[in-house]
């Protein structure tokens, strides 16, 4: 944690090739740290598994079924988001529909409830059984199975596609909307022929991170009990088929790789900016439609839920389990686990981003983006490669609060990074070297003048690694310490024994964290952008 000094003595160059290299091998030692579980992983596929065996399972018709569900999953959801996302974006940035900003923010709400939240309160209410269907005793739609899980993931992670492609329209110059239509073009030609090529780079990279939520997600599979690979690796694991599980892992890794190379490619495409904004089209008698369109979506999706989970937990549980009625040290469990993580993460954070941030060598970038394989990993992998290696490497430290807050160090740790290091960019140079030149050590530096100034950025990463570890569904269940019940395991213990009411308060106050979440979030990138 030193600061580079371009001018000193001989003694002074040799102090900064230490302090520079022993850097650069603590970043390294806190990626491999982090990047540990992948290969425990594989050394685990390698061990219980042989060539034939791995074949024959990587062949059967079950993974056949497997693959088929989870791409198809994800597919439909991402072919959904951006028929969903797309128009929304046009319509609350290029059009004169009243009131834009209010239905932008309706628009952009169901991020506040986390996906697996929404699908325990549909499958419990449309669901088969669920509540709507028993009350008026004539059978409906049901919501659950495939294509529910499609609907619900769909309906929470559109945003993703609606807030880049929002970004990308906001971005351009209208004169290129208006040149276009000094030809005699109309509005929609206009936006199809000029626009759209434009903001493709955009809609692409927020299908692809939609693509990459869905491949990954674990809860609404699990609560909708479709067959795809995040719910049968928690299933095959808990039933203690280790290789088959292992080698669902893998064959999920292969799928989300190829989703990250697709993403990586299209980073690299941007299409044209400019400073103003797109040319409005006039709705006319549509606003109206458009108005319902977003306004029911809003109430879908976060009105919905939240008024069945209020009604659960007015009502109260109806006997059941006791051992799960809402206690305060439910919420107390996830939050000591949240800040040690946060804690945990952001001191690992701080080498790597500094000095990914202050060095132009290959070796710290590579260090730096080792650090968000955990991000880019499901959850669910990372848990079952670290019940691996406890049940066989380190039994005293398996089901410990220490191997879990690990498991939330991996996946979280890029939040912290990525803020810290967005702050060390912004420390003026000249604020270190006049310390330097009052012979002020490299570290004193540090501590007095740089740990200041990028403090606010570590702890908004810190924060952010808070609240999303508070949410964290299947590294949870796979490692959770005995007799610590968290927030999360809570809920899925109510929908395991079907007393679906024990889970309204929990719901509600993970409702709660992650609507901080994203006010976290868009105060990062306001404050640090």
Known sequence: MFETLHNGSTNG???DDYSSLGLLLLSGAIAALVTSPLLWLLLRASEVASPERAI???LSARTAEILFNSVGLMTAVTALSVVIGVPLAVVTTGTDLPYGRFWTIVAALPLVIPSYIGAFAFVRTFGRGGEVSSALGVPLPTIDGFWGAVLVITLYTYPYVFLSTRAALLSL???LVEAARSLNVSPIAAYRRVVFPQIRPAIAAGALLVALYAISDFGTPAFMRVSVFTYEIYVESGAFNVEYAALLSLQLLAVTAVILLIEARVGRDEGSSGGGRTARIRLGRWKWPAMGVIGTIGVVTLVVPV???GVWALRGPAGGVPSLSFEFGFALNSVFLATMAAAAACLLAIPVAYHSARSDSRLSRLFERATYVGFAVPGVVIGLALVFFGSNYAPWAYR???LLVFAYVVRFLPQVVGTTRSAVLQVDDRLVEAARTLNAGRFETFRKVTLPLILPG????GVLVFLTTMKE??????????????????VWAAHETLYYQYAAVPALILVVVSA????VLLRQESGLG
């Open 458 to 461: 570590v702890v908004a990463g």
């Open 400 to 402: 410990t609060i220490p």
């Open 473 to 490: 569904l299947p590294a949870t269940l796979m490692l959770q310490p005995s007799g610590i019940d968290t927030l999360v395991t809570i």
């Open 173 to 175: 110059d209208m004169a």
């Open 516 to 519: 901080l979440s994203m006010v």
């Open 307 to 309: 008024a069945i989970f």
């Open 13 to 15: 160059g040799d102090e």
């Open 56 to 58: 024959s399972l990587v």
